[in-house]
């Protein structure tokens, strides 16, 4: 086909080509070729959202440029985040993912982007009769505006943690401390439902009081133990107006009786996943909850990302098209006998059939359990936005690109983009191209 019609292809052909470009770096790079090509992006808002495979977010660690990494094609992205100093800072995520902040106590209490430092939501002052977070707070932000951060310490042999949760309307954090007779903060689950605080723990922590709840706080003992499986981490999330809880276990003769070693092939058969569902138990106790089983087969038109500090399940429609199907459950599973400086493997675990499949292997610095899971929703800017972005944009300027890869790096090729009316075509680098046509809350700080 002759190169000069390549723009001139139809708008809903390339409609159906971007529909099905489920890498956000495909994605930008597509809108990036021409006008009539990022054009097309602009019609189909009126048709249909576009949606993109979710990324995972590293843990800051307060020494190397935020990490993002799209495990479907095992590709890392860098960007510099507004703050180079302090205590390190834990995630603040939206409860369907689609969003993340942190959270900044000075001047003033408030959520900023991780990219920019930009204010996004002004918070009031914790309490001063509460003390001090010992440690930076992680927290969710749900569909209906309510803000809870919840932090937890160890202090001899008991598990103590802090939750300060504001609802809509609320002038004043309402602020939880509660004490367990426990040091494994994996057998803590802390999220808002239904208007309480619902804390899932084992069994043997609790007292009678617990399982009547107490005011707001609601605790939960956790789903029980299979026979012959080792619990690793239990994840807490909402789903259709209902709350699950999601539990990742391995056999416990892994990895003896699966090759003797410790492997990726041998995870994959000892890896198993249960799902369950809360309920009131209907005994004589008002508002006692418990976890019932919730089969796969039901969650065949969901798929779950399991996270920190939030999981959250996605339509299988909104994804449709992307090479990936309802029914499963994608996590970060850390096995340091795999790969020593690389323990961190993300599966996907297939909840009708209960097989589970290798994804991909994260970089180094990768925490075991404080990934999180970002779900955007993809926007260009409109035509004239760009015009002006460019015309303010040195391009002798360094460009900086953060690739494991150096296939990739070498894969970054040159295109050629008329930018505008009346503005000469330049060549510039398809890291350009990208950086100015991301979203907004993205713009001019991620390099891909």
Known sequence: MDSTMWPELPPDVLREVSRHLGDARDFVHFHAVCKPWRDSHEAARTTRKQWVLPWLLAPDNNKTPLRLRCVFSRT????????????????????????????????????????????????????????????????????????????LSVHDDTTKFKVALLRPGDLAWMVVERTFKSVDLYDLYICYYQGKI????????????????????????????????????????????????VSIYTNQDYPEAFGGAASVPGLVRALYVSVHTLQEEGSSVPGKMRWVRKHGDLLADRMLFLGWPS????????????????????????DDGVVPNRPCCVFRYNL???????????????????????????????????????????????IELYLDDPIEVRRCFVVRMKIGE??????????VCADALQDQRWGRHLHA
């Not at 605790?219 to 209902?242: F, T, W």
């Open 198 to 245: 619902i804390i899932t723990v084992d069994g043997p922590v609790m007292t009678p009081d617990d399982e009547a709840g107490v005011g707001d706080v609601l605790v939960v003992p956790r789903p029980c133990e299979l026979d012959d499986y080792y619990h690793e981490r239990s994840y807490v999330l909402e789903s259709r107006g209902e709350l699950l809880c």
């Open 311 to 334: 999981s959250f399940a996605v339509d299988a429609s909104r994804l449709s098209g992307h090479a990936v199907s309802g029914g499963c459950a994608y996590f970060v599973y850390w």
């Open 422 to 431: 009346g503005l000469a075509k330049k060549e510039i680098m398809t890291s």
């Open 76 to 151: 890392t992205y860098g960007a510099r985040p507004p703050f180079s100093e302090g205590r390190l800072r834990n995630w603040v995520a939206s409860a369907d993912g689609t969003a993340v902040w942190y959270l900044a106590e000075r001047p003033s209490l408030s959520l900023r982007d991780p990219l920019t430092g930009a204010v996004t939501l002004l918070l009031p002052p914790f309490p001063q009769d509460n003390g001090r977070w010992e440690s930076s707070p992680s927290g969710v932000v749900y569909s209906d505006g309510t803000v809870l951060f919840r932090c």
């Open 352 to 398: 009708i059939d209960n097989m589970a499949k290798f994804v991909d292997r994260l970089p180094e610095g990768w925490n075991r359990s404080l990934n999180t899971w970002l779900f955007h929703q993809p926007s260009i800017a409109p035509s004239e936005d760009i015009g002006k972005k460019f015309t303010e944009m040195n391009l002798d300027d360094p």
